[in-house]
């Protein structure tokens, strides 16, 4: 047995196997883990005893899943198909031992880590909030491959199993026992005695309802399979995602017949694991990891002061107290926090849901018309509209009011730092802080330094975005920064396809197509389209950017967007009315074409400025903080796949067709 795991046996003759990953914050399945978890086994069945208890001795959980890194390295499917025949193999010892298991579980039990619970005869779950139980693998392009579909159709019933798969969605303890993913949930000081329990007890394992084992019988599963098929397409299109296709066509062929169904799952899951989707989403999956690693500080705001009530402060503040810290918000008058207070609650309920919790956010959330909390904030972010001027004169009140060693951040999404810091008594405490809309939703935050901000400063600021949740990405302060100075090109382009004549739902078919979450049309509505003005012209001066005729009309005209009712789109009930989009006319592989390679062309120039230090960055900043198709792992390395040669070409043949706005960038010649 290596140092990963740790056998104890009480004096009740009931054996604890303790995994605590050598060197690591959390457990993963690594090759030497699960061969010393075979080993382990086989230690522990020589001992007889009266039962097993697995369980992790690390506080953020019990296994996160697999390791992922090693994923990244295959790329033959024989080796892949090797290596998950193998945890099948240990995982069946685990299941075949005679005397009972059980695993128990708190924090993070998430894919590979779930698939060996699964293999115990029974679970005991931590009711604590941090308690996440799930099938994660969809989203790195492929479905559970250590026996996952065979024993969570066993356990919970196929609908419930396969949904559970589909969808990648995490449950709490409670949930996971309700769906017959675990027998007992439990507060997490009960977890040993309700494990104690299950082994002397010895309860027969509830089967699944009647309807969830009819739904895998022979004669419905290929009505249950187009079912599905036709709600994943709602989603994600089987050319750009096939994982869920796969899994839904591996159950409908094998269900019901274990040993054809793990043959089936270790060959699909290889094949899928060792393809393009699945390695580029994995690439993206550890460019994450990156930007959580950039955070080398462990400062921790205690206290944040928000100056701006409206859509972006208030948000980022019910952000801040969700997540537990104190906030007080600040505005010009009590009326003008209302709807902000409004939308917290709103927040807190829905992702809390425990109403003790929401009320513990609710007393850290404070309304703070008159500023008062700025003197004791450890950070202060100014979150008011974009004008140079009115920031200067805001910050000339709030620093002198500002204890020694407080961050002073700014939310500006394109404003140079140092047009903002210039009579600032201390400019090195200045930061920005760019968060995206929305709040919640979007889970990068560009941290800009400026000339003046202080290195320390930085640090503390990338350290506070990582603390809260959201993914840092440190970039240099120039107009724009990277998110909107690379996704603003793109949504020009399609509102000068407009002017052309195309139909809004052509244009973003073309983007849809190539893999983007939303097309570029629907996208400006959605954000608004005098806001996508304003940053349009912000950078029209710096980049040479064209600020299409038609958006200052609709603006005009009072036609925002979705905020409005009406934009490129007429929208009810918050979503758009849109005709159908085929038109064998319109090439859109050429229309993507001028879409995507606008953008891709000025992530480049980013690169080449020094904008992000690295390619990767690069990426990752751009998956993050615009949508960037994420199975092409990033715009960059997109480019790379293709050819720069090839899109260098293409990027000429479009300046002549169309004008100087296509002309390649310099910096093409660094990734080359």
């Known amino acids: 047995m290596n140092n990963d795991w740790r056998l104890e046996v009480d004096d009740r003759n009931i054996a604890w196997l303790h995994l605590d990953r050598a060197g690591s914050g959390t457990n993963v399945l690594t090759t030497q883990i699960l061969e010393a978890l075979d080993e382990a086994l086989v230690a522990v069945a020589q001992r007889h005893p009266k039962g097993l208890v697995i369980l992790s001795d690390k506080p953020s959980g019990f296994i996160a899943g697999a390791d992922v890194k090693s994923f990244a390295r295959l790329t033959d499917a024989a080796e892949a198909e090797a290596l998950i025949h193998r945890a099948h193999d240990i995982f069946h010892r685990l299941e075949s031992l005679s005397f009972p298991t059980v695993a128990m579980i708190h924090g993070f039990c998430l894919g590979g880590g779930l698939e060996l619970a699964l293999a115990c005869r029974y679970r005991v779950a931590s009711t604590e909030p941090d308690t996440r139980i799930g099938f994660p693998e969809v989203r790195l392009g492929i479905f559970p491959g250590f026996g996952g579909t065979v024993r969570g159709v066993r356990r919970m019933g196929h609908l419930r199993a396969l949904e559970l798969m589909l969808s990648g969605r995490n449950l709490d303890a409670r949930a996971a026992r309700r769906q017959g993913l675990v027998e007992l949930a439990v507060p997490r000081r009960q977890l040993r005695n309700a494990a104690v329990k299950l082994i002397e007890e010895q309860p027969t394992p509830r089967p699944p309802p009647l309807a969830q084992r009819l739904a895998g019988t022979a004669p419905l599963r290929p009505l249950v399979a187009r079912l599905m098929k036709n709600q994943v397409r709602k989603r994600a299109r089987p050319d750009h995602y096939p994982a869920p296709y796969r899994l839904i066509d591996h159950w409908r062929r094998t269900a019901g017949r274990a040993g054809a169904m793990y043959q089936s799952e270790a060959r699909t899951v290889a094949g899928l694991l060792t393809g393009a989707t699945a390695q580029n989403l994995i690439r993206v999956f550890l460019l994450q990891d990156r930007l959580k690693s950039l955070a080398e500080s462990n400062f921790q705001a205690r206290h944040v002061h928000v100056v701006g009530g409206g859509v972006m402060g208030g948000d980022i503040a019910a952000w801040c107290a969700m997540r537990g810290l104190t906030v007080t918000l600040q505005d010009r008058a009590p009326e003008y926090l209302t709807r902000a207070v409004q939308r917290a609650h709103d927040l807190f309920r829905k992702r809390l849901k425990d109403r003790y919790r929401v009320q513990e956010a609710v007393d850290r959330y404070i309304p703070d018309p008159e500023g008062l909390g700025a003197a004791r904030a450890d950070l202060v972010i100014e979150a008011i509209f974009e004008d140079a001027d009115a920031k200067r004169a805001l910050y000339a009140e709030l620093e002198p009011r500002m204890k020694p060693g407080a961050l002073l951040a700014t939310n500006t999404s394109g404003i140079p730092l140092e047009l903002l810091s210039r009579d600032l008594e201390q400019s090195g405490r200045l930061v920005g802080l760019h968060f995206f809309n929305p709040v919640a939703k979007m889970p990068l935050v560009e941290v800009v330094r400026g000339d003046n901000t202080a290195p320390e400063t930085l640090a503390l600021a990338t350290a506070f975005a990582k603390g809260i949740g959201k993914l840092p990405l440190p970039v240099k302060s120039h107009p724009g920064f990277l998110v909107n100075r690379v996704l603003m090109p793109y949504l020009v382009e399609a509102v000068i396809l407009y002017e052309e004549g195309m139909r809004p739902e052509v244009i973003d078919e073309a983007a849809l197509a190539f893999g983007m979450p939303m097309g570029p049309i629907e996208l400006a509505d959605t954000v608004g389209l005098d806001i996508a003005l304003s940053v349009a012209r912000e950078l029209a001066e710096p980049f ?129």
């Open 544 to 672: 040479g950017l064209e600020v299409p005729g038609v958006l200052a009309t609709l603006v005009e005209e009072g036609r925002l967007g979705r905020k409005s009712g009406r934009g490129f789109y007429h929208w009810e009930k918050g979503k758009p009315k849109k005709e159908k989009a085929a038109d064998g006319g319109n090439d859109l592989e050429a229309l993507g074409d001028r879409l995507i390679l606008r953008l891709v062309n000025e992530a480049v120039a980013c690169l080449r400025e020094g904008i992000i230090e690295e390619a990767d960055l690069v990426d990752a900043g751009i998956v993050f903080g615009t949508g960037f198709a994420p199975f092409h792992g990033g715009p960059l390395h997109w480019a790379r796949q293709q050819g720069v040669d090839k899109l260098v070409a293409r990027l000429e043949a479009l300046a002549r067709e169309q004008g100087e706005r296509f002309q390649p960038d310099e910096g093409w010649k660094m990734l080359a």
